[in-house]
């Protein structure tokens, strides 16, 4: 089993919510997690997306959108799906110990000027910044094993 568990991020189109998460969970517990995100349609990730991440400091114009079947042969800890639930089909990822589900309205969806569509990705990655923060408090760091522990075993 590995040390640092595999966390997935789950959704649709994985170009702005499951990106978003991903980025966070890597931003601030990469040496806890290691965060992968995927959907059932494999899209770039979305320009504004990366704009409101960029706004925080957290890049996320490099992460790799993939789609879920290209990890058919991996196992996470957690599956996190990101849709909005009960509007959105979610995906499934039956390769996991921990299924986690989290209602977040797709931002892409939003209507009007720019600057309304970029306030519903401020809100949606808020709302996924306060959902990463449980997770990462929720669950316990993995022990800490040196040479000494090694030896005394």
């Known amino acids: 089993m590995d ?22 969970l890597r931003n601030l517990a ?13 899209n770039s990730v979305h320009p504004l997306a990366a704009e409101v991440m960029s706004e925080i ?37 039956p390769f996991t110990t921990k299924m986690l589900r989290w209602s977040i309205p797709d931002p ?13 990705f401020r809100d949606v990655r808020d709302l996924i910044r306060d959902r990463v923060d449980e997770l990462i408090e929720a669950t316990p760091p993995a022990p800490v094993f040196t040479e000494a522990h090694a030896a005394a075993a």
Do not use: M, W
């Open 108 to 120: 892409e969806l939003a209507t009007g000027e720019v600057g309304e569509q970029k306030q519903a």
């Open 57 to 93: 400091g957290v890049d996320i114009s490099t992460q790799q959108p993939r789609e879920i079947a290209s990890l058919f042969r991996d196992t996470f800890r957690y599956a996190v799906v990101v849709s909005d639930e009960p509007h959105e089909k979610h995906p499934v990822f």
């Open 3 to 24: 040390k640092i568990p595999k966390v997935l991020f789950l959704s649709k189109g994985n170009a702005s919510r499951a990106q978003i998460a991903e980025g966070f």
């Open 30 to 42: 990469a040496e806890r997690f290691n965060p992968v995100s995927a959907g059932t349609d494999s």
